[in-house]
């Protein structure tokens, strides 16, 4: 069965500071990924999906950046946190060629201060 | 410009009534349509999804209802349960891409015991 983990599960970071989060796929080969945004009480904007180790597509840019390193691991970041970025976000991911699915970690809670 | 439209933004019913959820969309190329079901906290869950070519997807008391010619699907939730409270997406997409799912803005069901 697939897993899907993402790190840490809640960050608190003042404004301007850097960010990094995380996530893993276990147990699922080359599937697609995806880095999506969600206000609280709001829809999911996605950010960003990635097809393979390496490729990256933005989808909206919100002076965030995104990369594959593995296979298995999707990482968001920023040099420079806004207020703005607060948030949840969340990592999915889809069968390669599949029909479209798309399943959902458990979240990052960001709090930006 | 919003794709993706769901009404009500809210709904409350009674523990045993249908509850029904709406959803429209604009592009005529989306084949695809999962709704997710999400808790406080947690990432969205896939409920259940149809694809163009149906117009009727059940799944235990679950039921999806779509109209392609009006661009119109239903989610139909029969004997509502306490344990159903949450925000439900409807999502579209072109099956097979992948790659971009457009969400709605969600509709936070309340079922009252």
């Known amino acids: 069965a697939q897993t899907i983990h993402q790190w840490p599960v809640a960050e608190i970071k003042a404004v301007g500071s850097p960010l990094s989060l995380g996530c893993t796929i276990k147990?699922?080969?080359?599937?697609?990924l995806y880095w999506y945004w969600q206000a609280t009480g709001g829809t999911l904007q996605q950010l960003f999906y990635?097809?393979?180790?390496?490729?990256v597509e933005s989808v909206v840019q919100l002076n965030l950046s995104a990369s594959r390193p593995k296979d298995d691991q999707f990482i968001l970041s920023t040099e420079k946190l806004l207020l703005s970025h607060s948030g949840f976000y969340l990592c999915?991911?889809?069968?390669?060629?599949?029909?479209?699915?798309?399943?959902f970690g458990p979240g990052t809670r960001l709090t930006v201060l | 410009q919003q794709q993706v439209r769901q009404s009500p933004q809210s709904l409350t019913v009674w523990e045993g009534e249908t509850a029904i959820l709406n959803c429209s969309y604009e592009?005529?190329?989306?084949?695809?349509f999962p709704w997710y079901q999400q808790f406080p906290g947690e990432g969205p869950a896939l409920l259940i999804s149809?694809?163009?070519?149906?117009d009727k997807k059940e799944d235990g008391r679950f039921t999806i209802f779509f109209n392609k010619r009006e661009k119109k699907l239903s989610l139909h939730i029969t004997d509502s349960q306490p344990g159903d409270s949450a925000t439900y997406f409807c999502?579209?997409?072109?099956?097979?891409?992948?790659?971009?799912?457009?969400f709605g803005k969600g509709a936070k069901l309340t079922v009252s015991p």
């Open positions: 999915a991911w889809s069968e390669l060629g599949g029909v479209g699915e798309q399943y």
């Open positions: 147990g699922k080969s080359s599937p697609n």
């Open positions: 990635s097809i393979t180790v390496g490729q």
């Open positions: 592009d005529s190329t989306f084949n695809y």
């Open positions: 149809i694809s163009s070519v149906s």
């Open positions: 999502a579209a997409s072109q099956q097979g891409t992948g790659s971009k799912l457009s």
